[in-house]
Each structure stands twice: as C-alpha cells, then as structure tokens.
C-alpha cells in the first residue's frame, strides 16, 4: 500500500469517528442555542400624570416585545411613589413565570423621580453596561441631555430588570438598540435570554 493511500484510509476512519461521536452533539448543541426562546416579561410605566390610555411608552413596549416573540405577561402603571413601585415589581419577581421587567419613567432627577431608589435595592446584580450604553447611544441623538438620565438595568431573583425614561423615544431606542437582541437566544456571541436557566446557580 503506498504512503499516501494509507493516510487517505486513517484520514477517512478519523472523520468518520469524529462525524458519530463529535459532530451530531455539537451540532443539536448548535441547533439548540440558535432556537428563540419567548420569555414571559412585565411592563410597568411609572408617571403621576398619565393613564394606560395615555401611555405611548407602555403601549410601546407592550407591542414591540410581543411583535419580536415574547409574551406580555403583566402590565402596570403607577405614581412616582417608591413603596407602591417597590411592591409591585418584588411581587414580579417573586414569582417564577416572570422572565423580564420593563420599567419606564421615573429615572429622571426631579423631586418625583424615584425609580432607582425604588428599585435598585431589590437587585441582587446589577447590569452596569446597560445604562453605559444606553447613555453613549442617546448621545447621539440628545447630545448631552442623556446625562439627565438615570437608566439602569440588573437581576433580581434571577429575573432581568429594565428601567428607562419615560419617553416613547428613549424607550425606542432601549427596546430596538439593546435590549430586543440580548433578550433574543439567537444573538451572538453572546445573550441574555440564554443565561436564564444559570442564574440562581
């Protein structure tokens, strides 16, 4: 048999190994993390002067997240009153349907503008990128009135929590810039919706 027919015949016999044993599992492993993955998620707008017939930023939200594959699982709307924002969103996070909340409004710095008070004690990690980069991306279109905005993000009992402006377009520019492709299984390298299962280890 000559040299090179040999290693053709090792070269065949090696894929061949590689193809019943390597490939298929790396493969369905592939396969598995490029499937979406709908996640139950939460909406709460927190304004003292509008109702969920005035609220563009929560009706926004409410569609977009439904439009990309998620489920509304809750929706809210409550006064800039830090106890009643505390106590609705830890009754969300207390129960296990709950994947994700979308909070708008209230990140302000005026005297009623209490969301972070209300909401970052209850995180148990926070996301320090989403507000960094919320904040560099509104840059662009607000110049520098995007320091007025005090967006945060984090994780509370292993759900994903949002906080944004009140406004449709700063809620627009979270949603369809951030937070759609981090709470999409498909988004590569990496992604939130794909850690959830690994967040109470």
């Known amino acids: 048999m000559a040299p090179d027919e040999g290693d053709a015949r090792i070269g065949a016999n090696a894929a061949h190994h590689f193809s019943l044993r390597g490939f298929p599992a790396t493969l369905a492993r592939m396969t598995a993390q490029a499937d979406f993955i709908p996640l139950s998620l939460c909406v709460l707008t927190v304004s003292d002067t509008r109702t969920l017939g005035e609220d563009s930023s929560g009706d926004y939200l409410a569609t977009a997240l439904t439009e990309a594959g998620h489920r509304l699982y809750a929706r809210a709307l409550l006064p800039d009153d830090r106890y009643r924002l505390r106590a609705q969103v830890s ?3 207390a129960d296990p349907a709950t994947d994700g909340i979308l909070v708008t409004g209230g990140t302000g710095f005026t ?33 520098t009135s995007t320091l007025q905005s005090r ?3 984090g994780l509370a009992n292993g759900t994903f929590l949002f906080a944004l402006p009140g406004s449709t ?10 937070i759609r492709a981090q709470l999409d299984a498909r988004t590569r390298p990496c992604n939130l ?9």
Do not use: V
Request: charged share 30%; glycine share 6%; net charge negative.
């Open 91 to 93: 009754q969300w996070i």
């Open 111 to 143: 005297g009623r503008d209490s969301t972070p008070e209300a909401l970052l004690p209850l995180l148990d990690k926070e996301m320090p990128g989403f507000g960094e980069l919320f904040r560099a991306m509104s840059f662009d279109e607000i110049g």
């Open 151 to 153: 967006a945060f993000a």
């Open 169 to 178: 377009s700063a809620c627009r520019t979270a949603w369809d810039k951030i």
């Open 193 to 201: 919706a794909t850690l959830r299962p690994r967040l109470k280890e």
